[in-house]
C-alpha cells in the first residue's frame, strides 16, 4: 500500500485492515473458505482479494458496491495489482495466470502450465510482471505475452520480489535457495535501427539499412534505455549516456542525482526522463537539462507511458489524483501551458498521446477515457471554449505517426487509421471520410502498437509475435505540402490519387489555414453543394475579419465567432449571426450591451413566432412589447447602412 495500512487474509476466510502500530482497523471480509491472496489497488482505495474461484475488489468506503467475478477454474493462490499500470494478474490451481484491467475484464489467458502458479510479482515500472510455479520462473510483459521462459532446478518458487529498477528479481524457491536474475536481451527498434541489452553492462547497436554493429560497454548496470529520433538514450546506475545512432562511439554524458528513473520519453528535439527524487525532467540531446515539470499532487512513481506524452514543446500528464484531468506544459520552461487550466473530462482518462509534427500552434492531443472512447482536442489553444471531439469508441490503443499527424488505433479489435484526426474539429461531417478500417487478420485480438514510423506499423500481437503493416504514403505527402502551404501541390496530388479520404483531409485542411480557394475544390470533390454555398458566401464578404468569424461558426465555435465580429466592430453581423442560429436570447444580449438593432432582433423573433402561430412567453422579449416600435423600413434601412459601411472597409464595392 502507500505505507499508511496493512492488510492481512489467511485460511479462517477473513480479510483484517490494520494501522502500522498493529492495531486492528476493520475486517473488510468475510468468506465461507480460506482467502490466500490479496493486494492494494494503484490508489490504496480498494483491496482486490480472492475466495476460490472468484476475484473481488472491495472499496474501503463503506457502502460501495463490490465487483466480482469468476477469475479462474480452481482455487485462486495469488493476485498482484500494480501501482503503476493498473493491471491485475491473478495466477491459480488451474496452472493459469491471466491479466485483468482495473474493471474486471479479461486482458490476457496463458496456456496451461505443468504446474500450478505459486508466485506472481509486477515490475516496478509496470512494464514486466514474473510468474513463479514448479522449477519453472516465467517474465511476461504487461501485455501478458510471456518474454522468457526459465527452468531453474528450484523446487517450488513460492515468492518473488523485484529490484527498485525494474532490472531484476530475487526468488525464494522450495529448495531452500535464493535465486537472482537480471532482465537481458531487452530489444529496441527505430526505424532501421536497433540496439539489445546483452548483458547488465553492454548493449549492441545495430543499424540494419548500413550493415554495421556496434557494442557498446557501459562499465555499470543499465537501468532504462530508449530509442528514436536517431537517439539512443541510455540510463545507468551512475549517469546517462547519449548515443547518436550515425556516431555509436561517441556518447553525450550527463550525470544524474538518481538513477532511479521510470519513464523515458523521446521527441524530435529532447527528451524526458521520469526521475523518482526531481520530477519531470527535460533533456537536450546534448545532455543539458532543460526544465523540470512539477505540478501540486504530483507522483513520479505513477507516471506511466501511457499517462505522459511529450512533443517538442508541449508535455501532456494525466493527474494521478483525479484521473479525470490532463495537466499540458510547455517542455521549454515547465510552464503551463495558455491559460494554466487543465484539461477537465467527464470520465476517467487511461492514456494521452500528443501529435509530433506540424506548427506549434495547430498541435492536437487524442486521448483515450475508461469507457474506451478516443477524444481530440487542441493542444496549444485549450481555454478558448474549445471542447473535446469524440472521434472514435471501444478503442483499445492508439499511436501518432512520426512523419505526419496521423493517428493510427485498435478499434473493436480491428485497426483504424485516421488520415486528419484534427479535421473532427473543423467539420464533424468529414470524419466518416478521413477514417480507414483496415482488416487485418494477422494482427490477432488485443494487438498493442510497437512503432508507427513514416507509413510502416509495427504491431505486438497477444501472443508476443511482431506484425508489421503499412498505410497509403500520400496523406504523408499531403500533410506536408499543407504544412508549407504548398495548396496547389494539395490540389494536384488529390487529382492524381483520386481518393475521397484525400479531398476530404484536403478540406479540412484548408478550412484550418483559411485557404478557401483550395477548400471548395475539396468541398466540390466530395460532393458537399451546401457547405460549398456557404463557402461561396464567405468569400464573398467583405472584411478579413468578417470571413474570420465566418469560418469559426463554420467549425462550430459560435463564442470564438462571436468575438471576432466584436472586437472587428462588426455588431450587426454579431447579432445577425445569433439570429440566425436562433440563439435569440444572446442576441437580445448583445443588442442590449451595445445599444443597437433592439428592434431588428425584436422583428425577426415576432416573424419566427408568427410562422408557428405561436405567442411570446419569454419575459425579456416581453418588456419590450411596449417599448420599442419594430417598423421594418427602419430596420431594412439600418441593415443596408451596416452592409455598406462593412463593404467599405473592406475595400469591395
Known sequence: SDGSAIITAGEDGQLKVWSKAGMLRTTLAQCSTPIYAASWSPECDKVLYSDGRLLFIKPLKPSSKILQWKAHDSLITVVDWSAVNGLIVSGSEDRRYKVW?????????????????????????????????????????????????????????????????????AAACGNGHVLFAHVVDRHLVWKHFEATITSEESITGKDVRADTKEVLDVNTRIVKASIGWNYLVVITASNGLIYSCDAWNTPSVFELKDANISLIKQTEKNFVLANMS????????????????????????????????????????????????????????????????????????????????????????????????????????????IKPVKIGSMVTAIAWSDSANILATIQDGHFVIYYHPAGALVDRDLLPMIMEAKFDNDLGKSPQFLNYSGNRLTFRRADGAVVFSSVSPYPVLLHRYATSGQWTDAVRLCRFVKDEAMWACLAAMAIAAKDLQSALIAYAAINEAAKLQYLNHIQNMPTLEGRNAELSLFCHRQSQAESIFVQAGLLYRAIDMHIRLY?????????????????????????????????????????????????????????????????????RN
Open 101 to 169: 484491467d482495473g474493471y474486471g475484464r479479461q486482458v490476457y489467458s496463458s496456456v496451461i502450465h505443468e504446474h500450478p502458479i505459486l508466485s506472481l510479482s509486477w515490475s516496478p515500472d509496470g512494464s514486466l510482471f514474473a510468474v513463479g510455479s514448479s522449477n519453472t520462473l516465467r517474465l511476461c510483459d504487461n501485455a501478458g505475452w510471456s518474454a522468457s521462459l526459465e527452468k531453474p532446478n528450484s523446487g517450488g518458487i513460492y515468492g518473488i520480489s523485484w529490484a527498485k529498477d525494474s532490472t531484476g528479481l
Open 278 to 385: 526531481s520530477g519531470l525532467q527535460v533533456f537536450s540531446y546534448e545532455g543539458r537539462i532543460i526544465t523540470t515539470v512539477r505540478y501540486p499532487g504530483m507522483s513520479v512513481d505513477a507516471l506511466t507511458i501511457q499517462t505522459v506524452s511529450a512533443s517538442e514543446k508541449t508535455i501532456a500528464i494525466r493527474d494521478r489524483r483525479d484521473e479525470k484531468t490532463i495537466h499540458l506544459f510547455e517542455s521549454l520552461t515547465g510552464k503551463p501551458v495558455g491559460d494554466g487550466k487543465p484539461i477537465e473530462h467527464d470520465e476517467d482518462v487511461v492514456e494521452v498521446a500528443l501529435d509530433q509534427c506540424g506548427p506549434f500552434s495547430n498541435r492536437h492531443l487524442a486521448f483515450l477515457d475508461a469507457s474506451r472512447n478516443l477524444f481530440i482536442v487542441p493542444a496549444r489553444q485549450y481555454g478558448s471554449n
Open 583 to 651: 440563439n435569440w436570447e444572446r442576441a437580445l444580449q448583445l443588442a442590449e450591451k451595445y445599444k443597437t438593432h433592439v428592434d431588428t432582433v425584436l422583428g425577426y423573433r415576432h416573424k419566427y413566432l408568427q410562422s408557428f402561430g405561436r405567442q411570446e412567453t419569454n419575459k425579456e422579449f416581453q418588456k419590450y412589447a411596449d417599448k420599442v416600435e419594430v417598423d421594418w423600413s427602419i430596420i431594412k434601412a439600418k441593415i443596408a447602412k451596416e452592409t455598406e459601411k462593412e463593404r467599405t472597409a473592406g475595400g
